[in-house]
T-cell receptor, first 111, second 114 residues
Framework: SQQGEEDPQALSIQEGENATMNCSYKTSINNLQWYRQNSGRGLVHLILIRSNEREKHSGRLRVTLDTSKKSSSLLITASRAADTASYFC???????????FGKGITLSVRP | DTAVSQTPKYLVTQMGNDKSIKCEQNLGHDTMYWYKQDSKKFLKIMFSYNNKELIINETVPNRFSPKSPDKAHLNLHINSLELGDSAVYFCASSQVRQHQETQYFGPGTRLLVL
């Protein structure tokens, strides 16, 4: 069964607004990662948060991790039209650090 | 220079044919992966190789056979192609040994089976 589940499935916001995306998972993890995929392209790594971390920042991105609730959130502040893409959370589990991806969230940022 | 490259970018073929997709990474990583992304964008791991050794082998039909001639290359051969094999196939690499678990993805190979 799928490990990561994101919500909402789709999000449409105005440029300049913040976008919050959530991810829930089912089993213990090594770390949780967020990736972005532009239409017709490969995935690009955004940020990784380890199971012993609670919050991490990278530029306009803020990720939180709550292992007790088995959930994570990705906040993109001051969104831009160029942030329009699909966003995936992925959980790393096991000795081989296998990544299991969620179904993704489609973010549209209107100029 | 492209870090993870795949060829071909597009592949259109008839049912029953055999085809191969090639992947190369110039990042010096020790681990490479194949993923399948379906029409609903669901991305699923198929195989992973660490230093040419198969370490992840998900429930994939045995018509799919990966081959890693060296650490920098991981190819995917598909026999007797079926309509359901139509998808985008992504190669990725990472440096697991040094706990650099970020995966770097190739641009994808769009496979259409007619």
């Amino acid at each position: 069964s799928q490990q990561g589940e994101e919500d909402p499935q789709a999000l449409s916001i105005q440029e300049g607004e913040n976008a919050t995306m959530n991810c829930s998972y089912k089993t213990s993890i090594n770390n949780l990662q967020w990736y972005r995929q532009n239409s017709g392209r490969g995935l690009v790594h955004l940020i990784l948060i380890r199971s012993n971390e609670r919050e991490k920042h990278s530029g306009r991105l803020r990720v939180t991790l709550d292992t007790s609730k088995k959930s994570s959130s990705l906040l993109i502040t001051a969104s831009r039209a160029a942030d329009t893409a699909s966003y995936f959370c992925a959980t790393s589990t096991g000795a081989n650090s296998k990544l299991t991806f969620g179904k993704g969230i489609t973010l549209s940022v209107r100029p | 220079d492209t870090a993870v490259s795949q060829t071909p970018k597009y592949l259109v073929t008839q049912m029953g044919n055999d085809k191969s997709i090639k992947c190369e990474q110039n990042l010096g990583h020790d681990t490479m992966y194949w993923y399948k992304q379906d029409s609903k964008k669901f991305l699923k791991i198929m195989f992973s190789y660490n230093n040419k050794e198969l370490i992840i082998n998900e429930t994939v039909p045995n018509r799919f056979s990966p081959k890693s001639p060296d650490k920098a290359h991981l190819n995917l051969h598909i026999n007797s192609l079926e309509l359901g094999d139509s998808a985008v196939y992504f190669c990725a690499s990472s440096q697991v040994r040094q706990h650099q678990e970020t995966q770097y993805f190739g641009p994808g190979t769009r496979l259409l089976v007619l």
